[in-house]
């Protein structure tokens, strides 16, 4: 059974309402069983439970935090036993969107509150996908007539935008749909970045890859749209033709492993199966570790820049140079580097710069 659990983010009046509804209809043609996770807000504004009639908005964020992941946990005890091979778990809204909501003492005492961490919030979902306000870059639009619980004026959805996309960053599948074409070439492009996820038709990975000088990595931690990622991939014994990996993804104090098996297509192009495993079979499937590779320990910045994710990574072995990546939907698409790196000349479809061939011994 596949079961996947996705998140809408993003600011006020970004179209997360008819998302669901096109999710739902577009997934369900597709075989998948959609079940659709409401959002949490709306739901405890409208039973009278409110910012304005908590005792201090922290402890409104806490019920919302607390009554979402409720939800979340029956929506995927739901999906264990209904039948069918495909089900998708949609959620308007994920639980990190409180960390755009609280200072940072606040967010923390919520946390601890709910013995959580940051980390572990942000991976509690398979995939997430950003659709940006209205309020920036299709002002015109930008309405509050259509949901009671929606009050920001469009300056203060815009900034409340920036900070969920600063919450959300760092997570191992991030994608951030804006405001480039009209609002149904919008979802379009969302349907399309989930069908990619999904590995809907074909499971294809599709990246350019650039050799950098190495980065400033102080300004990239202070950079608020960068996470710092702590990554270890160990490849596995497979067949010619074949790589097997495995990786450990650290940050904020939580970590995710995923199994991915790939296959080359083209320079940009592989076929790609990934899914995410518990520790308990990662530590298993260590024994199968190919002993002519080595362990590959690397740092991560994952930066948003122009609403696009890129990956830099920074190992210990290297120290005049690093690795940026970006995944795209398309060959073809144009990509424009963020401006603070220096690029010494892209390397995609160089083998030497992958990084199963940095692992050789």
């Given amino acids: 059974m596949q079961i996947a659990k996705i998140v809408l983010t993003g600011g006020p009046c970004a179209g997360k309402s008819t998302s669901m509804r096109r999710i739902r209809d577009a997934f369900t043609a597709l075989g998948y069983n959609v079940l659709l996770v409401s959002e949490t807000a709306t739901e405890l504004i409208d039973g009278g439970v409110a910012p304005w009639t908590c005792r201090s908005r922290a402890d409104f964020q806490n019920c919302r935090m607390r009554l979402q992941l409720e939800k979340e946990a029956v929506y995927g005890q739901a999906a264990e036993v209904i039948p069918g091979e495909k089900t998708l778990i949609v959620c308007d809204r994920g639980t990190l969107d409180n960390r755009a909501y609280l200072t940072d003492a606040e967010f923390s005492r919520v946390l601890a509150d709910l013995g959580k961490t940051e980390g572990e919030l942000r991976n509690g979902y398979d995939a997430v996908f950003h659709l940006v306000t209205a309020a920036k870059g299709a002002e015109e639009f930008y309405t509050t007539k259509n949901n009671p619980a929606r009050v920001e004026t469009a300056a203060e959805a815009a900034r409340l935008d920036d900070r969920l996309l600063a919450a959300w960053i760092g997570h191992p599948h991030f994608r951030v749909i804006d405001n480039s074409t009209d609002f149904e070439g919008k979802m379009e492009r969302l349907l399309a970045e989930i069908r ?33 990622v702590e990554i270890s991939q160990t490849y596995l014994n497979a067949p010619a033709g074949e790589e097997r990996r495995l990786r450990k993804w650290s940050a904020d104090g939580g970590s995710v492993c995923f199994l991915t098996v790939k296959r080359a297509v083209s320079g940009a192009k592989r076929v790609e199966r990934e899914r995410r495993i518990a520790e308990d079979e990662y530590l298993r499937l260590l024994s199968d570790a190919d ?12 930066l948003l820049s122009g609403n696009r994710c ?13 690795i940026a990546e970006i995944e795209l939907l398309d060959e073809r698409e144009a990509v424009t580097l963020p401006a603070q790196l220096r690029v010494i000349r892209e390397v995609t479809g160089d083998e030497r710069y992958r990084n199963a061939s940095l692992a050789a011994l």
């Fill in 196 to 228: 990619a996820f999904l590995g809907e038709p074909e499971p294809f990975e599709i990246e350019r890859k650039f050799l950098i000088e190495y980065p400033d990595v102080r300004a990239l931690e202070r950079d608020p749209y960068c996470r710092r």
């Fill in 291 to 302: 002993a002519t590779k080595r362990q590959i320990c690397k740092t991560r910045y994952c």
């Fill in 310 to 322: 890129f990956e830099i990574d920074v190992y210990p072995f290297w120290q005049d140079k690093a």
